[in-house]
């Protein structure tokens, strides 16, 4: 028997933020606030026109993902401390480096935990400001390959793959 495509709602994909360490993270959901969130996959296409074809050929070589976040400042929220905090120390370097958990719960759970992807990122705050409300839009890129594994929300702990 064939199963039934069901829609998956953006809320059933979260994204949280490390804003504790790597060897002691503290990993806090980016949603509150926020008005916008899509990983933008920006890929990489060359192509090359062989003398023998009227059309080039097409070549996927790599990505440059980037999730760019457009946000209502919310005071007290744990992420949007973290990012302000980045902005009035104008972070760079490796300071404005971090870590993101996407974590898939329209796939299949096991004891708590479901698929789930632990990205490096580096942060940058695009702007600060608005007109009635204080809104922060900054920008995760990516920083290499993800790692792949699970992701309890309970208990906020990620655990890679074998």
Do not use: C
Not at 22 to 42: C, Q, R, Y
Not at 67 to 81: L, N, R, S
Not at 129 to 142: C, F, Q, R, V
């Amino acid at each position: 028997m064939a199963l039934v495509p069901t829609t998956v709602k953006r809320s059933q994909v979260k994204t949280f933020l490390n804003i504790g360490t790597a060897e002691t993270p503290s990993w806090k959901l980016i949603g509150d606030g926020v008005t916008t969130a899509a990983v933008e996959m920006n890929p990489e296409v060359t192509e090359e026109q062989y003398i023998h074809q009227d059309s080039p050929s097409k070549f996927l070589e790599a990505y440059s993902p980037t999730m760019p976040i457009e946000a209502v400042a919310k005071a007290g929220d744990a992420v949007f401390d973290y990012i302000e905090n980045l902005y009035f120390t104008r972070a760079i370097l490796d300071e404005a480096k971090g870590e993101i958990v996407h974590v898939y719960l329209h796939k299949t759970e096991t004891t708590g935990s479901w698929p789930a992807e632990k990205q490096p990122v580096v942060i940058s705050v695009e702007n600060y400001g608005g007109e009635k409300k204080l809104s922060i839009n900054y920008t995760l890129n990516y920083d290499g390959d993800p790692v792949t594994g699970s992701f309890n929300p309970t208990t906020a702990t990620f655990t890679a793959d074998a």
